[in-house]
């Protein structure tokens, strides 16, 4: 007897277990997905300068020589003007030799040296900028090809600007909830992706052109800030 009930009992458990493995999953709760971009904007309030001297002569010593004189004048003239050492920093030295090309012979010969010295200067002034870089086109800079304008309240802005496209991606989230009849539940997800900050550039090459009696002017204008939140919400309807 005990032997027939298990067996009916087996019996009866294999439909429910062929039906348990045919079924389908159980579909998920609906669910709603917006992003959102914030934007803010910053006026840079310091600057990076890279003051570059280049010097050529017949010998790679005397190129040198006459590149560290211009180039110890400039920082000791930057350094008079209030920027400490950790202020500055050489970004790049190189001695390269000049050759000159015969078309005739088809050969070419060694005719001198050049000698480059750039020096990163870091301003957290941004009004100083102009008078630094008449200082150091007056003491024998040549190559000042670019500033970088940046701001110390980074950081802040972009906080504001991530709390701006949270506040788009909600909105356009309660927006598709009411046009699908119903509302926006609980906050399921949600993840950020930032543009990198790209410094303000200006190009600072046509001022060694200018007479040194005409101040460099700088206007660093505006930097703007972005932020992209990507947001999964429940979505509740009625």
């Known amino acids: 007897m005990r032997n027939h009930v298990f067996a009916a009992a087996v019996i009866l458990a294999s439909p429910l277990g062929l ?30 300068i890279f003051v570059g001297v280049e ?22 003239t930057l350094r008079a003007l209030g ?3 950790d202020q500055l920093s050489t ?18 010969k060694l005719v001198g040296y050049t000698v480059t010295n750039t020096v990163r200067a870091e301003v957290r002034r941004i009004e100083d900028v102009g008078r630094l870089i008449d200082a150091a086109l007056a003491k024998g ?15 802040s802005v972009r906080r504001a600007a991530l709390s701006l496209a949270v506040d788009h991606a909600r909105a356009d989230a309660e927006a598709l909830a009411r046009a699908a009849g119903g509302s926006l539940g609980a ?28 101040p460099t ?22």
């Open 19 to 48: 039906g348990a493995q045919t079924s389908l999953p159980p579909a998920p709760p609906p669910q709603i997905v917006t992003s959102g971009t914030g934007e803010a904007q910053v006026a840079p309030d310091r600057a990076t």
């Open 91 to 108: 970004m790049n030295y190189n001695v390269s030799p000049q050759m000159q090309y015969n078309q005739q012979t088809g050969t070419s």
């Open 55 to 76: 010097t050529r002569a017949a010998t790679a010593a005397a190129a040198g020589t006459e590149n560290a004189r211009k180039q110890k004048a400039i920082l000791d």
């Open 217 to 238: 002017p700088i206007e660093p204008g505006q930097q703007t800030i972005s932020a992209t939140v990507t947001a999964r919400w429940a979505f509740v309807p009625r």
């Open 187 to 214: 906050l399921l997800e949600l993840s950020s992706s930032f543009v990198p900050v790209r410094p303000v550039m200006y190009d600072a090459r046509m001022e060694m052109a200018k007479s040194a009696a005409a």
């Open 83 to 85: 920027l400490g050492g």
């Open 141 to 155: 800079a040549n190559d000042i090809s670019s500033l970088q304008f940046t701001s110390s309240k980074a950081d």
